[in-house]
C-alpha cells in the first residue's frame, strides 16, 4: 500500500522560533499533500492542499505566512511553522492523495508540536 | 457547504457485541473513505468505496455505501478490545477533496 512518512515525530521549541516539518511519500509520486492539525478529541481540519510545483492553496482563517509549505518534489512536501506560539501547540498530520482513486489520502504518523 | 454527519460521537460496549457507526449528507459523494485512528498517529485506511450500493467486508467490519452514494455504514461483529480507536468517514466531493465526519471514538470493554 502507498506509504507516508513524516518528520520529525515530536517536536518541542521555544515561543518564536521556527518548525519545519517534512512529509514524503515512500512508494509513490503525490503531485497533491494535504497538511491538517488535529485538535485533542476531535476531527481533522484541512489546513492547506499542497500542489508540487505550484503555491499552496490555504483554507480560511489559516495564517499562509505563519504556516509556510513547500512541495518541490513529488515525494516531498514540508510545514514550516514560523515564529511559533504556545497556541501553535497541536498535532499535524499530512496526507497524500494517490491518482487515480478518486480521492483517497493515506496519512502520515503525524507530528506532535509543542511550543514552550 | 458539504457537510457529513458522522453518529454516534462516542460508544462504549461489552466485548463481542455488534455496533453501527453511520455517516449522512444531503450531498453526493464521488467516494467514501472510512479510516481508524490510534491516539498520536495518524489515520488508518480501512476502505474506499466508489459505487452506489456496494459493500465491502474487512474480517469482521463491513462498509457500505448508499445507494446514492450520500451515506455511508461501518458495521462491526463481535467487537473486540483492539477494534478501540477513533473511527473517521471522509466523502471525496467531486474535486476529489474530502469532506469529514466528527468522529466515532469507540471503546470495547473486555
Known amino acids: 500500500g502507498a506509504v507516508v512518512s513524516q518528520h520529525p515525530s515530536r517536536v518541542i521549541c521555544k515561543s518564536g522560533t521556527s518548525v519545519k516539518i517534512e512529509c514524503r511519500s515512500l512508494d509513490f509520486q503525490a503531485t497533491t499533500m494535504f497538511w491538517y492539525r488535529q485538535f485533542p478529541k476531535q476531527s481533522l481540519m484541512l489546513m492547506a492542499t499542497s500542489n508540487e510545483g505550484s503555491k499552496a492553496t490555504y483554507e480560511q482563517g489559516v495564517e499562509k505566512d505563519k504556516f509556510l509549505i513547500n512541495h518541490a518534489s513529488l515525494t516531498l512536501s514540508t510545514l514550516t511553522v514560523t515564529s511559533a506560539h504556545p497556541e501553535d501547540s497541536s498535532f499535524y498530520i499530512c496526507s497524500a492523495r494517490v491518482a487515480g482513486t478518486r480521492g483517497t489520502q493515506y496519512f502520515g504518523p503525524g507530528t506532535r508540536l509543542l511550543v514552550l | 457547504t458539504q457537510l457529513l454527519e458522522q453518529s454516534p460521537q462516542f460508544l462504549s460496549i461489552q466485548e463481542g457485541e455488534n455496533l453501527t457507526v453511520y455517516c449522512n449528507s444531503s450531498s453526493v459523494f464521488s467516494s467514501l473513505q472510512w479510516y481508524r485512528q490510534e491516539p498520536g498517529e495518524g489515520p488508518v485506511l480501512l476502505v474506499t468505496v466508489v459505487t452506489g450500493g456496494e459493500v465491502k467486508k474487512l474480517k469482521r467490519l463491513t462498509f457500505q455505501f448508499g445507494d446514492a452514494r450520500k451515506d455511508s455504514s461501518l458495521h462491526i461483529t463481535a467487537a473486540q478490545p483492539g477494534d478501540t480507536g477513533l473511527y473517521l468517514c471522509?466523502?471525496?466531493?467531486?474535486?476529489?477533496?474530502?469532506?469529514w465526519g466528527a468522529g466515532t471514538k469507540l471503546i470495547i470493554k473486555p
Open positions: 471522509a466523502g471525496a466531493d467531486s474535486n476529489y477533496q474530502l469532506i
